[in-house]
């Protein structure tokens, strides 16, 4: 028999327990919730990138009203337009926020919701002004989501080119010094994109590439930009001519396209040094921050020999005895940690996603804030931290028990029993002084909160 | 209807401790390390419109660019040495100008040119870098001073508050606390809390400093609250840390620094002045007048003998007011220096001149000196970091260049 857990199958490879919804009764049926529909993202929709598009559309052509009709009513009437899209783009930031800890909270495909998430954080992006930075979650719901049981250069390919990375990483602007846009001096070379595709996203900050791989590399993306009314754009004019050498293979030389780009990008996700880095990274995020080598080992030789198939990945970690060890794993990060609390709580999703903005902002938004994690506003390009020591700090504990013991109740109106709730959500994970605190509280939500912010709920 | 803190908690027969604190803007962060000398940074985010703060009424320019009082005429600014006037705003400052214990630095900036972002230019600062696409530094000067200060180790440095002030991020560690984190636990719920934390030896200490933090804010209570009770002080909490709070934080602060901390930094927003800006940013100056008070006052007069604090932004506004009475993203701005370790009462500036022909880009104050350097030169004075170190580790690539003198 391999090596199988239900419960650690729903902690620590999926939402955590749920009273709705039975975990998976083995490693292969936990695998099949990849497969079929995607019925979470059906049921609690977000809208996906081309379709956002449409809004920074609007929302420029108004801009351009605006300046062509500078003192007049026109130019006021544009004005709120703009005002108005902005707030109703913030407000649809939330409820795909909501959407997201909904869809986590209800789903019964977990795994394939701690993928998105894992994905989503590897290829970390955010927008840096006006509409683009509520694009985020329509950027994992349209380069990320489709491509988490694929293969890993699908994946790549599909969130580095995205408009959202190519303006995040700088990439737009980055136009080739021989270029003809170049060389009438507009825009020069941005080696940001280039860069962390090599260091974060494939081969990693150890991997076997130099300043000049990194520059190869920028002068192979240059024509790669963005334009609101098409998408994604390949400019010829922005595009250096000539070869360039990456990673000693060469590319380009004929007519700039797309095609080089998916070329080098698909040579670097086959790349050992990336097989190495992306199994060590899902090991630590997934198990512990200190895996198991042969842990890694095995994901690693099954990227390798499956060329870059995603789900053999996974699949090796599920099969290996050190992904079910019964000590507890990490902790989890902040958004899970309160996405695996609504699931235990059955909470009704509309007690969440359809809170007014400054209810949702206060139970939601800023407590994920104080507990470490700002939404869709990455410190920087390297996504989250994994070590649980970010987590742990007084601040995010006290974060969170502040958050236990106060919004549940809050949204839910009437909490279980804590006495009944202990198992609901630690099952056999349950300490004694776990259950003699929830039979000790005060109140329920006082039993209910000190349940959700124990170590035993908390760690993996 | 909306309760004050005290007011919950008068109301709910306090008793204990509580992780009640000062509500406030952003980040805090200390570093405690031996010697002696203290250094307070408040980042403010979105770009301070230093011609406001500091104004060059000297300047022959200046009324052309800026109609609007003078010293002397109602609402006008307070004069501080002929040349420049401060803001009305921040006349609860001049008793410290007058002591010669605060300066202003003018027309100075980071590298950052050109393209304006809050974003890149926030990243910057903090990186305190020349270029953020040049090198993949992802930590923040103040880690990397951290990083050569003798005896600063895991328990020394901490960083409090939600935003990420990546000006202390890195390799040296910090912990981070945010004061308007706030808790009101029955005395039952914080043993219990105790006990099952008790589980997991991490979790146990992240949770008796937590307590121990609360205790030692000087606010020690515990309150039997309902959760709508606290969900209703969260909602203040998170109200105020985004609105004034400064004193409360100042206080808070001015207590690390007189225990074993001896850097803290913390942010002040609400800078991003484009429209009708003169409510906004008087505002604004007025809290950061306020929170250099508090923090006078808390210090007492020995640790504030030692003490440095300097307010930075990410870059400047447009020398002119725009159309809507506002200012719009410049370059060269100003910094606040106060404390009783200055050697102030100055405004020290390489001043450019404000005629069309000295503007950067004919809209913007020209830098003179990149601020990187005063901030290089207050922690050699401070904490005695040679010059090598500095252009090295803190601000790679950075000419220190001549000592302003700032410090005593």
């Known amino acids: 028999m391999p090596p199988f857990d239900p419960l650690l199958a729903d902690i620590r490879f999926g939402c955590g327990l749920s009273p709705l919804i039975p975990p998976p009764a083995d490693a292969e049926a936990l695998l099949a919730t990849l497969n079929g529909p995607d019925l979470a993202a059906q049921r609690f929709a977000i809208e996906p990138f081309d379709t956002f598009r449409q809004r920074i559309v609007l929302f420029n052509e108004q801009g351009r009203i605006r300046r062509a009709n500078r003192g007049t009513d026109r130019e006021m009437a544009a004005k709120k337009a703009m005002q108005v899209m902005n707030r109703q783009a913030r407000r649809a930031q939330m409820t795909w926020l909501g959407q997201t800890l909904a869809r986590r909270g209800m789903t019964a495909a977990p795994l394939r919701e ?8 590897h290829f970390t992006t955010s927008g840096k002004a006006a509409l683009m930075r509520r694009a985020v979650s329509p950027y994992v719901e349209e380069a990320i989501r489709p491509h988490l049981s694929g293969r890993f250069e699908d994946l790549l390919i599909a969130a580095v080119t995205h408009p959202v990375m190519v303006i995040y990483l700088d990439q737009r602007g980055s136009a080739g010094p021989h270029s003809p846009r170049g060389k009438k001096g507009k825009g020069g070379l941005n080696e940001n994109l280039a860069r962390e595709i090599m260091e974060l996203h494939t081969l990693g900050v150890g991997g076997p590439y130099t300043q000049t791989d990194v520059r190869e590399l920028a002068e192979l993306l240059t024509g790669l930009t963005f334009r609101p009314t098409v998408g994604r754009l390949f400019r010829k004019d922005m595009a250096e001519p000539g070869r360039e050498t990456v990673l000693g293979r060469s590319y380009g030389g004929r007519a700039p396209g797309l095609d080089d780009i998916q070329a080098v990008l698909r040579d670097l996700a086959r790349h050992p040094a990336t097989a190495r880095h992306l199994a060590r990274k899902l090991a630590v995020h997934f198990v512990s921050d200190t895996p198991d080598p042969g842990l890694v080992g095995a994901i690693e030789a099954a990227f390798l020999d499956s060329g870059t198939d995603l789900r053999a990945g996974y699949a090796a970690m599920l099969g290996h005895p050190a992904a079910w060890s019964p000590v507890p794993g990490n902790v989890k990060p902040p958004f899970d940690f309160i996405a695996s609390a609504l699931r235990a709580l059955a909470m009704s999703p509309e007690a969440y996603v359809a809170l007014k903005e400054k209810a949702f902002r206060q139970h939601i938004q800023y407590p994920l804030r104080l507990m470490g994690h700002i939404w869709e506003k990455p410190v920087g390009p390297d996504g989250l931290p994994e070590a649980d020591s970010a987590w742990i700090s007084p601040q995010g504990l006290a974060a969170r ?25 630690l099952g056999a994970r349950a300490t004694p002084a776990v259950q003699f605190a929830a039979r000790a509280a005060e109140s329920r939500a006082d039993g209910v909160g000190l349940i959700l912010a124990s170590p035993a709920f908390q760690r993996t | 209807m909306t309760l004050s803190r005290r007011a919950f908690l008068t109301r709910s027969a306090l008793i204990g401790c509580s992780l009640a604190a000062s509500p406030v803007v952003t980040p805090v962060t ?11 940074v408040i980042i403010l985010r979105g770009a301070m419109d230093g011609l406001a703060m500091a104004q060059p009424v000297g300047d022959a320019d200046w009324r052309a660019v800026r109609p609007g009082p003078v010293p002397g005429e109602a609402g006008g600014p307070v004069d501080l040495d002929g040349r420049f006037a401060l803001h009305p705003a921040m006349a609860g400052l001049m008793p410290l100008w007058r002591a010669r214990e605060m300066s202003v630095v003018h027309a100075v900036s980071t590298p950052y040119r050109d393209k304006r972002s809050h974003f890149d230019g926030q990243d910057l600062l903090e990186a305190g870098v020349a270029d953020l696409a040049s090198g993949a530094r992802r930590d923040g000067w103040l880690n990397r001073l951290l990083q050569h200060y003798p005896g600063s180790g895991t328990h020394t440095a901490w960083a409090i508050g939600a935003d990420p002030l990546a000006v202390l991020g890195g390799a040296a560690p910090v912990t981070r606390w945010a004061p308007e984190a706030d808790l009101a636990l029955s005395p039952q719920a914080i043993r219990l809390a105790e006990m099952v934390m008790q589980d997991d030896p991490a979790f146990a200490a992240a949770m008796a400093r937590a307590f121990r933090i609360a205790d030692g804010d000087g606010d020690a209570l515990a309150a039997a609250l309902s959760p709508e009770d606290m969900g209703r002080m969260m909602a203040e909490d998170m109200a105020a840390a985004r609105g004034p709070g400064e004193t409360r934080l100042a206080a808070f602060v001015a207590q690390q620094l007189q225990g074993p901390a001896r850097i803290a930094a913390f942010s002040i927003n609400g800078w991003d002045t484009h429209a009708a800006q003169d409510k906004p940013l008087s505002r604004a100056l007025g809290r950061l007048s306020d929170a250099i008070v508090a923090l006078k006052d808390g210090l007492g007069a020995d640790v504030w003998g030692r003490t440095a604090v300097v307010a930075m932004t990410e870059f400047g506004r447009t020398v002119r007011i725009n159309g809507t009475g506002g200012t719009d993203h410049g370059t060269g701005g ?33 830098p003179t000196r990149d601020l990187r350097a005063h901030a290089a030169w207050l922690m050699r004075g401070l904490f005695g970091l040679d010059v090598a170190t500095l252009e090295r580790d803190v601000f790679p690539g950075l000419d220190l260049g001549a000592d302003p003198g700032l410090l005593l």
């Open chain 1, 114 to 121: 701690r993928l998105a998430g894992f994905w989503a954080d």
């Open chain 1, 401 to 425: 028990l502040q958050w236990s013991v106060s919004v549940p109740q809050i949204l839910a109106g009437a909490l279980p029993d804590p006495r009944d709730f202990v198992d609901t959500a």
């Open chain 2, 30 to 40: 200390f570093a405690a390390a031996p010697g002696d000398n203290r250094l307070v």
């Open chain 2, 334 to 366: 100003a910094m606040l220096l106060a404390g009783g370790a200055l050697h102030g009462g100055r405004v020290v500036t390489d001043w450019p001149g404000l005629d069309e022909a000295s503007l950067y880009d004919r809209r913007d104050l020209m």
